[in-house]
């Protein structure tokens, strides 16, 4: 398997534009992770989705964010309009109930300027 | 309180020595716990992972739970320079039909310096 895929691994946009990153999880997964990761804050969970359903998205951090599932091997987290203080890597992960290991996708590096 | 709070680092040891980093965790439901491994401009990568009170030790590196405590370490023992990094610790619950099935969360992080 090729793991978890995230595109595009680098983003640099300007401030208020529409952002959309996307995750391809492990085959056969059925839970789907968005984390955020900065040096203040560390890596924090921003939703998570348990057989393409949306289950825990207090981390979200405003409106402007959203996340979707439309099946089992696809997920996008938008950010509409982004702002400078988005800048952070974007990671994915994925792992299935009876192993419950998450295994992490390359992250995407998302610049707001 | 954060859910998940490691040692506040960086943490610098010597080669050859043991290095220890240490977590502990809010949520007395946590079932699951587990030490990542992040190098600098990589993703996490699992090193380790625990579900039962006591010591788990796989080569170099050994994990310790002690529930009651709500506290969860690892120990690297002959610590490397390659060893330099970043450790994660997560934990996870995993009580069937409760709303944080399945959510994994993450402390801060130790960024582990292993000097010649």
């Known amino acids: 398997d090729a793991g978890v895929i995230q595109s595009p691994r680098h983003e640099v946009t300007e401030m208020g534009q529409e952002v959309t990153l996307r995750c391809k999880p492990i085959s056969g997964h059925d839970y789907l992770f968005w984390y955020r990761q900065t040096m203040m804050r560390g890596l924090e969970l921003l939703i998570y989705f348990n057989n393409n359903v949306p289950i825990d998205d207090s981390g979200m951090p405003e409106d402007r964010f959203s996340a979707k599932m439309p099946n089992a091997s696809f997920s996008t987290l938008k950010i509409q309009p982004s702002e400078p203080r988005d800048s952070a890597v974007y990671f994915c992960?994925?792992?299935?109930?009876?192993?419950?290991?998450?295994?992490f996708g390359q992250g995407t590096r998302l610049t707001v300027v | 309180q954060k859910e998940v709070e490691q040692n506040s680092g960086p943490l610098s040891v010597p080669e050859g020595a043991i290095a220890s980093l240490n977590c502990t965790y809010s949520?007395?439901?946590?079932?699951?716990f587990f030490w990542y491994r992040q190098y600098s401009g990589k993703s996490p990568e699992l090193i380790m992972f625990?579900?039962?009170?006591g010591d788990k030790e796989d080569g170099r590196f050994t994990a310790q739970l002690n529930k009651a405590s709500q506290y969860v370490s690892l120990l690297i023992r002959d610590s490397q320079p390659s060893d330099s990094a970043t450790y994660l610790c997560?934990?996870?619950?995993?009580?069937?039909?409760?709303?944080?099935?399945?959510?994994?969360?993450f402390g801060q992080g130790t960024i582990l310096t292993v000097h010649p």
């Open positions: 625990i579900y039962s009170n």
């Open positions: 997560a934990v996870r619950p995993d009580s069937a039909g409760g709303t944080s099935y399945g959510k994994l969360t």
């Open positions: 992960a994925s792992s299935i109930r009876q192993v419950t290991e998450a295994f």
């Open positions: 949520d007395r439901g946590s079932q699951s």
